[in-house]
């Protein structure tokens, strides 16, 4: 692990729209406008305003303890961040790194190398829980349990005891815990309580919650996005992803917008959607995820060219 950050990266001071390209300027990083794009929502977000920016390369990224720092994966590195500052604290270089998943509500998190998955304290990013195997695997928002997919079904873990703290059998192709900390499974392309039958249709990938409502989003192998209720046998909505092969998914804290990502790909793009049609409300092209904070409206955004934390015009001073 090395400890210190990289310098500061120069963005120009103009207001970022909802529909924007990343670029290079004279006055630095500059997020030029772009036509709305067809599938728009009627409410496209609001201009956003640059506070702080790092040079620090991002393809996955989630916002945690509350809004005060960031966990995220680069090209072999994972970083922790203090936000709204956006200073690398500590980074950590484990072979094959390639994905993070961070808990909301906590410094903690879960990275992904050559060895497997291993959940880490931040900032220093040291292991709490190594081992875990290929997964899937989910971290509840205060940091305190894991969830681990093995053989037959799912292993539930308090951090820092020893022994399992449940097991379920039945299928899991992907796993999340909800806001009120109950373990979801997705098994093919049903969503449920642990023991849920594989359903129909598209399988599920990746599972994510929203960190303050009761709502899910998943996203399909096919590239399209499905929202859920705890509970329900059946989505709220089925839409096609805005940007092709999506490879990451993220939700607001209110469970309000859908976000994608291109981790992987030469011609990268983010959107927030609508959860409940799809349609865009923001997209930036050139940024390879845009991960919601808890504060409504406060963004980071982060590409192959660094990251930025971006905050509404009116809260700016």
């Known amino acids: 692990m090395r400890r210190g950050g990289p310098p500061m990266l120069p963005v120009d001071p103009a207001a970022v729209p909802p529909f924007s390209r990343v670029e290079r300027g ?3 990083l500059r997020f030029a406008p772009l036509v709305a ?6 409410e496209p977000g609001a201009p956003l305003r640059v506070q702080a920016a790092a040079p620090a390369g991002m393809r996955q990224a989630d916002v945690v303890a509350d809004g005060a720092m960031v966990l995220a994966a680069g090209v072999g590195a994972a970083y922790s961040l203090s936000a709204p500052r956006m200073h690398v604290v500590h980074d950590r270089r484990p072979p094959g790194l390639d994905r993070v998943i961070g808990a909301p509500g906590a410094n903690a998190g879960l990275i992904h190398g050559a060895d497997g998955w291993r959940a880490v304290v931040l900032p220093s990013l040291g292991d709490i829980a190594a081992d875990l195997g290929e997964g899937p695997v989910a971290i509840r928002a205060d940091g305190r349990r894991i969830a681990v997919a093995l053989d037959g079904g799912v292993e539930e873990h308090d951090i820092g005891t020893e022994g399992a703290a449940a097991w379920h059998e039945g299928p899991a192709d992907a796993l999340c815990f909800t806001a009120a900390g109950d373990l979801m499974v997705a098994a093919g392309g049903a969503v449920g309580a642990p023991g849920t039958a594989a359903g129909g249709g598209s399988p599920i990938v990746e599972l994510v919650a ?3 409502a009761p ?3 998943a996203r399909h192998a096919d590239g399209s996005v499905s929202v859920w209720e ?3 046998a059946e989505p ?3 839409w096609a992803a805005p940007i092709a092969d999506p490879g990451s998914i993220a939700i607001s804290a209110d469970g309000a917008l859908v976000s994608l990502g291109s981790p992987t790909g030469e011609d990268p793009a983010a959107c927030l959607a609508d959860a409940h049609d799809g349609a865009q409300v923001r997209r930036i092209e050139g940024a390879r995820l845009i991960a919601p904070a808890p504060e409504p409206g406060t963004l980071l955004v982060a590409g192959d060219w660094g990251c930025a934390w971006m905050k509404p015009l009116e809260e700016d001073s």
């Open 236 to 238: 709220l909505a089925r």
């Open 37 to 42: 794009p067809g599938d728009a929502s009627a």
């Open 215 to 217: 709502r899910l989003a």
């Open 230 to 232: 705890p509970g329900s």
């Open 210 to 212: 929203a960190a303050a």
């Open 26 to 28: 004279a006055r630095g």
